[in-house]
C-alpha cells in the first residue's frame, strides 16, 4: 500500500529531470550510434538496429543516472506551479486539504523541456482510492497532475495510504517517452537476433550470449543497489549502461581490425577448375601437364605475407647471395624436407634441373595469384604432394639465406 505525505493548499508541483534527462541521453545515444555504425561500416538493416539500440540505451540509462542521483542525493526539482485550490473544510496542517479531479495549481511553466508554459490552472488528476475528501479521492505527494507534472511537497506529518487512482487524463509525456524508448530497445534486440540467425547459428550463439551477459551484469548491479539504499539500483544501472554505451565505438573499431586483419589473411578464391582443365590449357600453352588427374586445381588469390619453400640449385642460392634472386614457377607451402623428397615429390625435371642442393624460403609482398593444388607425375618426379604455381608478376621476397638440404 501507497503512503504518503497529504497535499495541501500552498504546496509546490515540479516536472522533474526525467523528459530533459531521457532527451540528453537519446541525443547523445544517436552520436555515439553514429560513430559505431561509421566504425562498422554498417549499412541496411544493421545500421538501423545499432542505431535504434543506441538511442534507447542513452536515453534509459541517462534517465536512470539522473533518478538515482536525485533520490540518493534528495536533489531539488524546480517549482513549476503552486496549488491553489483546495477543500473547503477539511484541513491538513490549518491548510486546505487537497483532491483528485477538483483541486488545481494556478499553472504550470514546463519546465524542463516537459512542454510549454502552460497559463491556465491545473488539475489534480490522481488521489488516494481509498480515503476521499468531499467524495474526491484525497491527494498527496507524487499525485500527478493533468499537465504530467506531480505534487513534489506535502504534510510533514499526515499521510494519506490506499493504491493510486487516475480520475483525470494526464499528459504523461515522461511515462510516454519512457515506454517509447524501452519499445525501441526491444526492437533493436529483437532485429539485432533476426540479423544473427541470418548470419548463422555461431553468430545468433554470440549475441543472445552477450546479451544474457549484459542483463545478468545489470540485474547484479541492480541487487547490489538495493542493498545499498534507495535510488542506488538506478545510479549503478544508469552508470554501468552509459559507460556500456560509451565504449561502443572503441569496441566496435576494435572488432572491425581484427575481422579487417582476419581477411587480410585470408586467400581469395578466384576459380576452381579439374586438373585437367587446367592441364589442358597448360599444354595449349606450350607447357607440360602438372596438376594430378582426378582432383581440382584452385585459382585464388593469397595476401601478402605468405610464406613457402623453393628448391633452388647451388649456383641459384650463390646468385642470391650476391643479391641476384631468380625464382622459379612452383613453390611448396609445407617445408622440404630433403633432396631425395624433392627429387620423388615437386615439380622439378631432372633435365632442368640437375641440383636440388638449397632451399630458399620466399614470401609474399602483395596480393599474389597463383593456382594451387597436387601435382601429378611427369618423367622422373611421382608427385602427389601440395604445390603452387605462381601465375603473372611475382610479388615475392626472399626471406633469410639459402639453406642446404640434406640428402635423404
Known amino acids: 500500500m501507497d503512503v504518503q505525505a497529504a497535499a495541501r493548499l500552498g504546496d509546490d508541483i515540479a516536472h522533474g529531470f526525467g523528459v530533459a534527462a531521457m532527451l540528453a541521453g537519446a541525443v547523445a545515444g544517436a552520436l555515439i550510434g553514429a560513430a559505431i555504425i561509421a566504425a562498422t561500416a554498417a549499412t541496411g538493416g544493421l545500421a538501423v538496429v545499432i542505431l535504434a539500440g543506441s538511442v534507447a540505451a542513452g536515453g534509459l540509462s541517462m534517465f536512470q543516472l539522473v533518478k538515482g542521483l536525485s533520490t540518493i542525493f534528495d536533489l531539488p526539482e524546480p517549482t513549476t506551479g503552486e496549488l491553489i485550490r483546495g477543500s473547503p473544510n477539511v484541513f491538513v496542517n490549518l491548510r486546505n486539504a487537497m483532491r483528485a479531479g477538483e483541486d488545481v495549481s494556478s499553472s504550470c511553466t514546463g519546465f524542463p523541456v516537459a512542454h510549454p508554459?502552460?497559463?491556465?490552472?491545473?488539475?489534480?488528476?490522481?488521489?488516494?482510492?481509498?480515503?476521499?475528501?468531499?467524495?474526491?479521492?484525497?491527494?498527496?505527494?507524487?499525485?500527478k497532475m493533468t499537465c504530467g507534472a506531480h505534487i513534489k511537497s506535502g504534510s510533514p506529518n499526515t499521510f494519506i495510504g490506499g493504491p493510486t487512482l487516475q480520475?483525470?487524463?494526464?499528459?504523461?509525456?515522461?511515462?510516454?517517452?519512457?515506454?517509447?524508448?524501452?519499445?525501441?530497445?526491444?526492437?533493436?534486440?529483437?532485429?539485432?537476433?533476426?540479423?544473427?540467425?541470418?548470419?548463422?547459428?555461431?553468430?545468433?550463439?554470440?549475441?543472445?550470449?552477450?546479451?544474457?551477459?549484459?542483463?545478468?551484469?545489470?540485474?547484479?548491479?541492480?541487487?547490489?543497489?538495493?542493498?545499498l539504499g534507495p535510488g542506488y539500483r538506478d545510479l549503478l544501472q544508469g552508470i554501468a549502461g552509459l559507460a556500456l554505451l560509451g565504449a561502443g565505438p572503441k569496441m566496435a573499431k576494435l572488432s572491425a581490425e581484427r575481422n579487417a586483419a582476419r581477411l587480410a589473411n585470408q586467400s581469395q578464391v578466384l576459380e576452381v577448375r579439374t586438373a585437367a582443365q587446367v592441364n589442358e590449357a597448360m599444354v595449349a600453352e606450350g607447357n607440360l601437364p602438372a596438376w594430378l588427374e582426378g582432383t581440382q586445381v584452385k585459382t585464388e588469390i593469397v595476401p601478402p605475407g605468405r610464406q613457402y619453400q623453393m628448391v633452388v640449385a647451388k649456383g641459384q642460392a650463390e646468385a642470391i647471395m650476391q643479391g641476384k634472386p631468380a625464382f622459379g614457377g612452383f613453390a611448396a607451402p609445407e617445408p622440404i624436407p630433403s633432396q631425395a623428397y624433392a627429387r620423388d615429390k615437386l615439380v622439378i625435371l631432372?633435365?632442368?634441373?640437375?641440383?636440388?642442393?638449397?632451399?630458399?624460403?620466399?614470401?609474399?609482398t602483395a596480393p599474389q595469384k597463383i593456382h594451387s593444388g597436387i601435382t601429378g607425375p611427369l618423367e622422373n618426379y611421382k608427385g602427389g604432394v601440395q604445390q603452387v604455381e605462381f601465375v603473372g608478376d611475382r610479388n615475392l621476397k626472399i626471406v633469410g639465406t639459402p639453406g642446404v638440404l640434406p640428402v635423404e
Not at 631432372?350 to 642442393?357: A, E, I, L, P, Y
Open 167 to 227: 480520475v483525470e487524463f494526464v499528459l504523461d509525456i515522461e511515462g510516454w517517452l519512457h515506454t517509447g524508448l524501452e519499445a525501441l530497445g526491444l526492437v533493436a534486440a529483437a532485429g539485432a537476433l533476426v540479423l544473427a540467425a541470418m548470419a548463422g547459428l555461431a553468430a545468433l550463439l554470440t549475441t543472445v550470449a552477450v546479451g544474457a551477459a549484459i542483463y545478468g551484469g545489470m540485474e547484479l548491479l541492480g541487487q547490489l543497489g538495493d542493498r
Open 350 to 364: 631432372d633435365r632442368f634441373k640437375t641440383d636440388v642442393s638449397h632451399v630458399i624460403t620466399v614470401e609474399t
Open 117 to 143: 508554459p502552460w497559463p491556465f490552472p491545473v488539475t489534480i488528476a490522481e488521489g488516494s482510492a481509498t480515503v476521499y475528501i468531499n467524495g474526491k479521492p484525497a491527494a498527496r505527494l507524487s499525485s
